[in-house]
């Protein structure tokens, strides 16, 4: 009888348990959401977090998104707390290209990995930058660039603030096989009065710091380095377009989840984010900070961050970048 009673009690127990998982699924999200950041207050990967998470306590009439900002080491900080944690859909991540790219290749011994450690729901913001020049530089298209860097190797510098701006160049000059001079920085707020001065001659720059002083005549606007022109920056062609075809630089910002979420948490976390981005007024809101809004399915977006670490991890070489 004993025995009888322990193989009853074993067969009933994972159905227990498979009963309790259906339910709190079904009732998710029951409790506050931790939206992490790993970037400080005001850059553009909080402010599209800020925008999600808002748009998301809008949809359930309630406090269900909490951005917390975990800065350090390019992302590294806040992406490893979020590898590490619970895999419930109680924690998410707003990844992006560094993060979830570069970093894999940057770092010798990256503390998470970008495709194993995590399950891709959706991108939710497109960054395109803009290839900018100072007045005194004597090109107006990127055809006449490559030529006068091919004439004159090394001579021409570009600044650039960050790993991916930095890396944009890399795999410019790359591609166009020219040699320029780079210039870092540690911020855009450094970097565009070095080219608006005329000190360094050219940038890779976000459209949003970028695009004022081009249409104020301070800087000359070559191309963007999108697959197709921005929305906000029509008349600008694409680097691809104006003579470097098969070139595109774009930071993605995408909710990433730990590894092992449950399917139905993450395909309810993606129709409601794809709900919210694919908005008339957010995608309005993302235009003015010089983002595009960019929605897909869990799969797709999966197939771009492992297409992007391959794509980054060669550009990383051919550089030589390391992290500090």
């Known amino acids: 009888m004993n025995a009888v009673r322990a193989v009853l009690a074993s067969a009933v127990l994972p159905l227990a348990f498979s009963g309790l998982a259906v339910a709190q699924v079904k009732d998710y999200p029951a409790r506050q959401i931790r939206f992490i950041v790993p970037f ?6 909080d402010v599209v977090t800020r925008v999600v998470a808002q748009k998301m306590n809008d949809q359930y009439k309630r406090q269900v998104a909490m951005v917390d900002n975990r800065a350090g080491a390019g992302g590294v900080v806040g992406s490893e707390i979020a590898a590490r944690a619970a895999a419930d859909g109680y924690t998410l991540v707003m990844g992006t290209t560094g993060t979830h ?5 940057l770092y010798a ?13 959706t991108p939710a913001a497109l960054l395109p930058n803009m290839l900018v020049a100072h007045p005194s530089v004597p090109v107006k298209n990127v055809r006449e660039l490559i030529a006068l860097a091919r004439a004159r190797p090394g001579d021409l510098s570009y600044a650039s603030s960050g790993n991916f701006l930095y890396l944009s160049g890399a795999l410019f000059t790359s591609m ?32 949003v710091s970028s695009l004022p002083l081009v249409e104020a005549g301070k800087l000359r606007g070559l191309a963007v380095t999108s697959a197709k022109r ?21 930071a993605w910002y995408g909710v990433f989840a730990p590894a092992g979420t449950p399917r139905e948490i993450v395909q ?20 003015k900070q010089g983002a595009e809004s960019y929605a897909t399915t869990p799969e ?22 390391k992290a500090d």
Request: proline content about 8%.
């Open 101 to 105: 790219a570069i970093n894999a290749s």
């Open 109 to 121: 011994k990256p503390s998470y990995d970008p495709v194993k450690d995590f399950v891709a729901i």
């Open 40 to 45: 400080p207050p005001g850059g553009a990967t």
């Open 176 to 207: 166009a096989k020219v040699k320029m001079l780079h210039v870092p920085f540690k911020g855009g707020a450094q970097a565009m009065p070095a080219v608006v001065s005329g000190e360094v001659g050219l940038s890779f720059a976000t459209i």
């Open 300 to 321: 797709e977006f999966a197939k771009v961050v492992q297409s992007d670490v391959a794509k980054w991890a060669k550009v990383v070489k051919a550089s030589g970048a």
């Open 268 to 287: 309810q976390l993606n129709t409601d984010i794809v709900r919210i981005v694919n908005s008339p007024e957010v995608r309005e809101l993302f235009l």
């Open 230 to 250: 921005f929305p906000s920056a029509m008349s600008y062609p694409t680097v691809a377009e104006s003579g470097l075809p098969g070139y595109e630089a774009v």
